[in-house]
């Protein structure tokens, strides 16, 4: 009896340690995956920008690389420059040959063309696995696989890993633990890469047949120095063990799950991250696991990426898809790193998936930020990088402290202070859609037939507004501009219109209704005041009363304008079918560029 209480005890014990040490979701936000934002109120000042833009048929037009599948991005920050890496295979998913690519930037902006970090690989005639009768032929290519890109070692070498695995038909898994092995080379100061070596082979591979050597081989006695202490860190052998054999003693914890993150507490626990939001806590840096990996209760994850790190005001984010899908991209904050109360938008746009292939899934997805060790940006914003459809490279720059609310009137003038309003607006600016500032302006450009540039100003939260702002279109003959007002589900409650025909129009129930023409280099100054009462607009163009129109929608309050050079998308859905096996039509095509500039914007609250 008294073995039977004390078990009832220690269990009580230990759930209750479990419930403390867990990284938990109390905030009350759900996200509605009806809409690719989730009626997710955004991060203020969130600007999300287009590092890569696959296209097959002009590879000219993607930095050189004709490969449509692009995915599992990762981020490092090292000599003052950002580096993005990602793999990519030249149609779908666990389908060769794969390779992986580089790229860096600056300022985080504006980033290179793709550079090859890891070539294609020929798998060795009569390769197979376990239980499997099918062999590699004379073509087979290796899959490229990893869950971890950077490791800076103390002796100042920055290296880049990379993984071969194998798949032998589209369905197999390159992470099974039966492939090549992991390989690894160094990224120098000059901008140059270090030979390639593997440093661990996987057990099913015969090492005779490497096409690159093992990296004690190399006569740099500091690169290998820095992959010995790399094989040293169980936290960071912790993001192999996917990919590694499944006894590898180098893995502290053999469970195959997948997509392993982790960041530090204050205290020096270390909380680790897994796909469909599994965690659990080590308090001797990854060797091991306080319990057995549970899904933290509260955070709704798929099987999808789930980041998470410490932010530059000594708060903790987690960067994810809360659904089952994977849209939108959400980031929580947390005091201590394990109570998480909000639920904020970082990306809620899907543009139109250009090239099907194996495996593609819709959406921003697989987040990965700067791991600890791996740099600290000048700014200290959070920056995490993303693809998006498995197709296009991102990445996001989200102000810290994380916040979803202004306060005060909104006063911006670009040709005053451009470069600190800007930080206060949230754009979304692909490649072929640039949100930049120009020439004393917030400029949006679009010559993207499956895109938009959109840029945003969270005001206020108000049921009484006047907003006032000048925009000056470049053209009337195309190009589309909706302006909406919003509030903080996401719903457009008023939106005005520069369409292609040179008319300026606003949404009247399911019909447009005109205002009045523009002409192509004129600035409009425009006025807009909303009261949610009366479900209502009155609208000033040059200081002309254009009159009263009412809402398309009702809302209680609006609390922020959006400004967009396309229209709302609602596609895919919640039923779309999972798989998209087709290219769409002229997928790499390109439009004739529309531009329109933003110089002013107010927003006064009136209630």
Not at 114 to 127: I, K, Q
Not at 591 to 596: K, L
């Amino acid at each position: 009896m008294k073995s039977t209480i004390l078990g009832i005890a220690l269990l009580c014990t230990a759930q209750y340690v479990t419930a403390q040490d867990t990284m938990t979701y109390v905030g009350k936000t759900l996200s509605n995956v009806d809409y690719h934002h989730g009626q997710l109120k955004p991060a203020v000042g969130t600007h999300n920008i287009q590092t890569f833009r696959a296209n097959r048929a002009f590879p000219e037009r993607a930095g050189g690389l004709n490969f449509t599948y692009n995915h599992q991005p990762f981020l490092a920050y090292w000599n003052d420059t950002y580096y993005l890496q990602f793999l990519s295979n030249p149609v779908g998913e666990h389908i060769a040959e794969g390779i992986t690519s580089l790229q860096t930037s600056k300022d985080g902006y504006t980033w290179s063309d793709p550079a090859e970090l890891f070539p294609p690989y020929l798998v060795p005639e009569g390769f197979t696995k376990p239980g499997r009768s099918d062999k590699a032929g004379k073509d087979l290519y290796a899959i490229m696989h990893q869950r971890m890109g950077f490791y800076t070692a103390k002796n100042g070498k920055l290296l880049t890993i990379g993984y071969y695995g194998v798949a032998l038909d589209a369905k197999d898994s390159p992470n099974d633990g039966y492939g090549v092995g992991r390989v690894v080379r160094e990224i120098k100061k000059d901008g140059s890469f270090g030979p390639i070596y593997f440093i661990r082979f996987n057990a099913s591979f015969d090492q005779k047949k490497a096409k690159y050597p093992l990296y004690t081989k190399s006569k740099d006695k500091a690169f290998v120095e820095a992959c010995n202490e790399l094989m040293k860190q169980p936290l960071q052998m912790m993001q192999w063990v996917e990919e590694a054999d499944r006894n590898d003693p180098l893995i502290p914890y053999n469970r195959p799950l997948k997509a392993f993150a982790y960041y530090t507490l204050d205290n020096g626990n270390v909380v680790g991250m897994w796909k469909h939001a599994l965690t659990s806590v080590s308090k001797d840096q990854g060797k091991t696991w306080a319990y057995e990996p549970l899904r933290a209760p509260g955070f709704v994850n798929s099987n999808a990426k789930i980041w998470g790190q410490r932010t530059a005001d000594n708060r903790f984010a987690t960067v994810y898809n809360p659904s089952e899908f994977r849209w939108p991209l959400a980031v929580s904050t947390s005091d201590d790193g394990l109570t998480y109360t909000d639920l904020l938008l970082i990306h809620g746009e899907i543009t139109t998936m250009r090239y099907g292939g194996n495996y593609k899934s819709y959406g921003p997805q697989y987040p990965r930020g700067i791991q600890e060790g791996n740099g600290v940006t000048p700014d200290k914003n959070m920056w995490v990088t993303y693809s998006v459809n498995k197709e296009d490279m991102w990445v996001s720059k989200v102000p810290v402290p994380v916040t979803g609310t202004v306060e005060g009137n909104v006063n911006d003038d670009f040709a005053q202070n451009g470069v600190e309003v800007f930080q206060h607006w949230n754009i979304y600016s692909p490649l072929w859609a640039p949100v930049k500032l120009d020439n004393n302006a917030l400029l949006l450009k679009d010559k993207d037939p499956f895109d938009h540039a959109k840029a945003e100003r969270v005001i206020p939260s108000s049921t009484r507004v006047k907003v006032a702002f000048t925009v000056t279109p470049k053209q009337t003959d195309h190009g589309r501009l909706e302006i909406e007002l919003v509030n903080d589900l996401g719903q457009a409650a008023a939106r005005l219109v520069f369409d292609e025909e040179g008319q300026i129009s606003n949404k009247a129930g399911y019909r447009m209704a005109g205002v009045q023409g523009y002409e192509a280099g004129k600035t409009y100054d425009i006025v807009l005041t909303a009261d949610v009462r009366t479900r209502s607009y009155t609208i000033q163009i040059n200081g002309a009363d254009k009159g009263t129109r009412l809402f398309f929608q009702p809302v209680h309050e609006i609390s922020r304008v959006t400004f967009r050079t396309g229209e709302t998308r609602r596609y895919p859905d919640a039923d779309t079918p999972t798989d998209q096996h087709f290219d769409v039509k002229d997928a790499d095509g390109i439009g004739e560029e529309a531009a329109y500039a933003i110089s002013t914007f107010q927003a006064e609250k009136l209630n």
